[in-house]
């Protein structure tokens, strides 16, 4: 029988996340440091606001670009970034920063496009420029740097093809943040180059070091080129919220809308009420889990370490990406005998790109106990192996 | 360092001041020291658990009081408050602002034991001027937790991206 699936579609790997998940999800007794998303519930005043707007039987579509009251309060909260935006032309609600991505490469890729990746990377960036006809460039980086691209790294990389360069810090799956003067040389590599900045800063509320997150986009001359992305999910606890947004220049983003509008039509209109409230009255429930996780980081690097495991000190989001190297296992290898023999879950770091070899991401966003217990089955597990 | 030591301790006593030092980044010398301090200057003044009663299947009751006084020449509310607080009985006194002076939160075995309390110790007591009792019923929070809360499962995928 004919194959009718695209060509694209056939030749795409599914993600190395999803295999592990479905032997994973079968499994009993298992403990899990797989996870991407907190484990702290959406605050209550949140979740109480969206139960309100359902009585209120605000129940509708909504604006494409999503509600105007939200997309105030979105160019508002990115003030605290030093950036400034037009609510009604320069700000998008989306359905996530997932969506973000894909909808900012189908607005700016010709066939042939280039789009620089710093790898380990989220798993859809690849996908999402390969499914908009774009040819993905990936740098590799790697635990002696600290996992940080440099301005040579991607200067290296440059062709008159670069179209766009994707960044995303703080990190996932490594937890890797770029100081303030990284970035300022990143900016200055990329200022007068006519390509676009996609910087997906979905984790920006999640840095533990002392210095706040930087946008590149802050820096002179960045904003008429970066498409910002950020969203709810990981700062609020709003992942199955489904609610991001995106922020740039008012071309961009009127291409962008046009894509989203004909996909999505709008965001769920419960889940934007819920977001207006986030934003402003949000920011101590931010803070609060903010330092729980600052702890719990502290204490899985320090156990870690201890165990003779070499990892770095990631400050951002919520994983540590250590290495396994001194196993001689692969990380798929080694994630499938610690699931299997010790039945804990974590992700290999070649679920994130070919330079996530030798790695495996933890998460951290777990109570202490379940942290311990994890731990205590990784050291067991090490032993024997 | 006292507020983070102290906020952490009043969710989890059991944490010790190794545990403490990584959580907050802190020396556990440091730590060790500033509870002992706490300690000493009466700002920590115990360690307990929380119980869910309910659950722990206990019949014992507890009643709010609302007390009205005759504040004494000189003492005010303290003189009086502190003798309600020696009953071994008695598990909270508070001054508060509006309708009555002290609320006190009192345990017993039985409607009997809290009834002859009220009446024979509480009542008794000089400057009382009336009470009003209320039982609990029932208890969905207490310590700033949550009984049999939904929010406490985790619903997550074992792994996602």
Known sequence: MKNFIAKTIQDMPPSGIRRFFDVAATMKDVVSLGTGEPDFATPWHIRE?????LERRRTTYGANAGMVELRREIARY???YGLSYDAETQVMVSVGASEDIDVAMRALLNPGDEVLLVEPCFVAYKPCVVMAGGVPVTIPTGAENGFRVTAADIEARLTPKTKAVLLSYPCNPTGAILERSELEAVAAVLRERDLVVIS?????????????????????????KTIVINGFSKAFAMTGWRLGFVCGPADLIAAMVKIHQYVLMCAPIIAQYAGIEALRSGAPSVEAMR????????????ELREMGIDCFEAKGAFYLFPSIKQFGLSSEDFCDRLLHEARLAVVPGTAFGDSGEGHVRCCYAYSIDNIKEALSRLRNFIQKI | MRKDILSLLERDAKLTPGEIAVLLGLEETAVREEIEALER???????????NRDRAGSDDLTALIEVRVTPSRGQ????IAERIGRFDEVRAVYLMSGGYDL????????????SYFVSDKLSALDSILSTATHF??????????????????????IVSP
Do not use: W
């Open chain 2, 76 to 79: 005010g509310f303290n003189h």
């Open chain 2, 41 to 51: 200057e009466q700002i920590i003044c115990g360690y307990g658990a929380f119980v």
């Open chain 2, 136 to 157: 609990v019923m029932k208890r969905y929070k207490d310590h700033g937790v949550m009984f049999d809360d939904a929010d406490g499962g985790d619903e997550r995928m």
């Open chain 1, 49 to 53: 606001e969206a139960i309100y707007t």
């Open chain 1, 78 to 80: 990115m003030s605290k």
């Open chain 2, 103 to 114: 609320a006190v939160l009192i345990e017993g075995k039985s409607i009997k034991d809290i």
């Open chain 1, 291 to 302: 330092k729980e996780y600052d702890g719990r980081r502290r204490f899985m690097l320090k």
């Open chain 1, 200 to 224: 997906d800063e979905i984790y920006s509320e999640l840095t533990y070091g002392d210095a706040p997150h930087v946008s590149i986009a802050s820096f002179p001359g960045m904003a008429e």
